[in-house]
Nanobody, 122 residues
Framework: QVQMVESGGGSVQAGGSLRLSCAANEYAFSFNCIGWFRQAPGKEREWISSITIGGTPSYTDSVKGRFAISRDNIKNTLYLQMNSLKPEDTAMYYC????????????????WGQGTQVTVSS
């Protein structure tokens, strides 16, 4: 069974930083790819970043230079360091697994955590 639990969300002012964590079990971390999505109210769920089992990261253009994805293979934990946060980053953030490939494509991700809320005020 796949298990992923997100944490680290909260409320910050624009320009601030947060570090999200996705605590996964060994099964979840054995997938070829694990990444982060976000979903704001009334919006489609959006891919923002993912990382291969070997540590190669990918980012959507809107977060390049501001966010950094990483993984700890000993702790089975995925991280998302978010800097220079903007109000438009406000969303529920989810981690998810993918078997083949490791980039954009909502339908290719199979298992999901419950999400952690990020709110950025101006």
């Amino acid at each position: 069974q796949v298990q992923m639990v997100e944490s680290g969300g909260g409320s910050v002012q624009a320009g601030g930083s947060l570090r999200l964590s996705c605590a996964a079990n060994e099964y979840a971390f054995s997938f070829n790819c694990i990444g982060w999505f976000r979903q704001a109210p009334g919006k489609e769920r959006e891919w923002i970043s993912s990382i291969t089992i070997g540590g190669t990261p990918s980012y959507t253009d809107s977060v390049k230079g501001r966010f950094a994805i990483s993984r700890d293979n000993i702790k089975n934990t995925l991280y998302l360091q978010m800097n220079s946060l903007k109000p438009e980053d406000t969303a529920m953030y989810y981690c998810a697994t993918r078997s083949t490939g490791c980039g954009d494509g909502l339908t290719w991700y199979d298992y999901w955590g419950q999400g952690t809320q990020v709110t950025v005020s101006s």
